[in-house]
């Protein structure tokens, strides 16, 4: 399959054009993500929860990177450790995907405000002298894409360019956000925050997203200017804008029509909200490309997810993490399938997989569960109330019915009968069974791990692996059958099973039926 991990964007149709586009010069982006979220009421900082199948601040670090800046500094401060060790998790791919340097951080002891955060930041090594444009952005605005920031920078940098530009939108419900206030000509002049506000102030609806691009030597002058004489007692971010307009600099908004991209996740029912809009987006975004979705409302994609053209998903679906799902298959209804990669035209029906491949034409399911490591080769098939666990199964080879394969290499064309279990299990370690390729085995067989069965060898329904079984033999292991007539009438008298017994012929017929 082509272009696997390509990141995708899905906000802007020209989003792909602007992140290949070499490096921007003198761009650094710094993330504020030191506050605690209390609204979250939880153990996890705000950043750290997921919308779409990527952390907020994972969100903001590909966004910024996506600019092709020459620097991205995160300040970290409420849960620094959690924080950080996301920032390591995801920093090489970053390196990789967009060619950034790497993600620095610094540390906000105390969180005293955005405008304390930001000079924080200009602090770090990387920014003491940066001369250019710095963009700052948030950490839980999780639709704010590259594309967005990019053209924020353009129009900051459009000549004459701005000592600041700030993004805004337009909302019907303005409270809480800071208030963007023009003069009767439309030039800005201030922002002025909720718990700051007139009535006059608070009719405003255009709103300040908290996303900003500043010329980087007004900005370091700007920041020390800051004071905390304000309804919160803090060092608002939003003052240098007032501060830059007293020394005559240009101010500019950049105003955005679709306020979904600027709006914040704050507390839980706002984290579903976004959820549900980031995954509507997404789902666009692959209808458009040529999938077909039976009931969209009832899919839901990870932001890493590719999908080629001409897959068809049914109903409640959840294809997350890193799944790939190649042109021509069939997924669902009711599967999830997390880092899965389906080849093409494969069937991959009412199915739970996990860390797994799926090769060409395979098909997989009713009530399938595919544990990480499973590798199905193509036009192999593992049916109903099948599980699999770190096994390699073979080109061809068939699991139909109501087996457990863990632990196992089976090659190709092989066909295990139902019922079957590799018991990979003795209680203190866990043992490989290897089978070979046209091997046919009987209903209920036991593969007892370690073990190893030659190519186009049989076992008989019943059979109990223990060892070894060379190529072309069959194998058999249940005793011979033994019948003790009578046994219920003599054990079990008066039970309807002896009665029914009991009323057959000779020739073991039971009576014809009654009306
Ligand atoms: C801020 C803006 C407001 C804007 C809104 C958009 C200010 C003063 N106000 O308000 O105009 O409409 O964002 O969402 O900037 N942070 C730190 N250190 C701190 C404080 C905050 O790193 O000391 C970080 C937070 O983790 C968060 C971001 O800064 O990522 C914004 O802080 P928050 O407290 O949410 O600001 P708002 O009150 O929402
Ligand atoms: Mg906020």
């Known amino acids: 399959m082509k272009g696997r991990n390509r990141p995708l964007v899905v906000t802007h149709k020209d989003a792909k054009t602007l992140m290949t586009n070499p490096s921007q010069s003198n761009l650094a982006v710094v993330i504020l993500a030191a506050g605690a979220g209390t609204r979250m009421r939880s ?5 750290l929860h997921e919308v779409a199948g990527r952390t907020m601040l994972e969100h903001a670090l590909h966004a910024a990177c996506g600019t092709h800046p020459d620097h991205v500094v995160v300040v970290t401060g409420h849960c620094r ?46 920014l003491r002298d940066f001369r250019g444009t710095i963009i700052v952005t948030t950490s839980d605005v999780p639709l704010i894409d590259a594309a967005t920031l990019t053209s924020l920078v353009a129009e900051h940098t459009t000549r004459p360019q701005a000592a600041v530009t700030i993004l805004t939108t337009t909302v019907d419900n303005p409270t809480g956000y800071g208030r963007i206030v023009r003069t009767h000509d439309g030039e800005v002049t201030k922002i002025v925050e909720e718990k700051d506000a ?17 010329d980087a030597e007004l900005l370091g002058a700007a920041v020390n200017q800051l004071d905390t004489n304000n309804a919160q007692g803090e060092f608002y971010l939003t003052d240098v804008v007032g501060i830059a307009r007293d020394l005559n600099k240009l101010v500019r908004a950049h105003r955005i029509d679709d306020a979904a991209i600027v709006s914040g996740v704050n507390d839980r029912v706002q984290l579903a909200a976004m959820n549900k809009e980031f995954n509507r987006r997404l789902r666009e975004h692959h209808m458009r490309a040529g999938v077909t979705m039976v009931d969209p409302d009832s899919v839901f994609i990870d932001v890493d997810v590719h ?8 109903p409640n679906c959840q294809l997350r993490g ?3 799902i190649a042109t021509g298959c069939v997924i669902g209804p009711d599967t999830t399938l997390t880092n899965v990669t389906v080849d093409n035209d494969a069937a991959v029906i009412r199915t739970t997989a996990t860390d797994s ?9 009713p009530y399938t569960y595919l544990r990480p490591g499973t590798k199905l080769a193509a036009d192999g098939k593992l049916g109903g109330f099948v599980e699999t666990k770190n096994a390699t199964i073979g080109q061809g080879t068939k699991v139909p019915h109501l087996t457990y394969v863990g632990d196992a290499t089976i090659g190709e064309h092989s066909n295990i009968g139902a019922s079957s279990v590799f018991v990979n299990y003795d209680g203190v370690n866990k043992h490989h069974t290897t089978i070979g390729s046209h091997v046919r085995t009987g209903s209920d067989t036991m593969f007892i791990a370690p073990v190893t069965v030659g190519d186009g060898a049989y076992s008989g329904a019943g059979t109990v692996i223990k060892h070894d079984v060379p190529p ?11 019948i003790i007539e009578d046994w219920v009438k003599n054990n079990r008298p008066g039970t309807p099973a002896a009665e029914a017994a009991a009323a057959c012929d000779a020739t073991g017929t039971p009576p014809p039926a009654t009306e």
């Open 322 to 324: 890193n799944t790939t």
């Open 198 to 214: 007139d009535t006059a102030i608070k009719s405003i609806n255009e709103i300040n997203s908290g996303v900003y691009a500043f």
């Open 81 to 126: 450790q959690q924080v950080q060790a996301t920032i390591d998790s995801v920093n090489q791919r970053l390196v990789d995907d967009y060619g950034v340097a790497g993600i620095q951080t610094v540390v906000q002891k105390e969180q005293n405000g955005t405008g304390d955060a930001v000079a924080t930041a200009l602090a770090a090594p990387a």
């Open 472 to 482: 072309g033999a069959l194998v058999v292991s249940a005793g011979k059958q033994r």
């Open 43 to 47: 153990q996890t900082p705000k950043m």
């Open 357 to 365: 491949t799926i090769g060409a034409r395979a098909q997989v399911g």
């Open 307 to 314: 999908i080629e053209q001409d897959v068809v998903i049914a």
